[in-house]
């Protein structure tokens, strides 16, 4: 499945923004979906994961009542709402997609888009 995150852009504390990944080339519901970021200098971290069918959600600590992940089959989309943002959360965002058991570590993880900042200004 290809990927194709857009929908960061530049916020100022507090704000928020939705970011939308959109999928193509294979069946979009075989897949778990998640959202990573990447901040300079920093590792990648898990943000937010949901199950094939949306019965699942988890999220990092970090998000947790701020974010939510959730996606459209019928669109082949999943999204991030993200309120209450903070400068801690600018990082660069990816979506990606798991074809086998679902997980939040990244590496269950085998297809990625090609990311989408996201800076959130004090």
């Known amino acids: 499945v290809q990927l194709q995150a857009s929908g960061g852009g530049l916020v100022q504390a507090g704000g928020f923004l939705r970011l939308s990944c959109a999928a193509s080339g294979r069946t979009f519901s075989n897949y778990h979906m998640g959202w990573f970021r990447q901040a300079p200098g920093k590792e990648r971290e898990f943000v937010a994961s949901?199950?094939?069918?949306?019965?699942?959600?988890d999220y990092a600590d970090s998000v947790k009542g701020r974010f939510t992940i959730s996606r459209d089959n019928a669109k082949n989309t999943v999204y991030l709402q993200m309120i209450s943002l903070k400068p801690e959360d600018t990082a660069v965002y990816y979506c990606?997609?798991?074809?086998?058991?679902?997980?939040?570590?990244?590496?269950?993880?085998?297809?990625w888009g090609q990311g989408t900042q996201v800076t959130v200004s004090s």
């Open positions: 990606a997609g798991a074809g086998g058991l679902y997980q939040t570590t990244d590496n269950a993880y085998d297809a």
């Open positions: 949901i199950t094939w069918n949306g019965g699942r959600t």
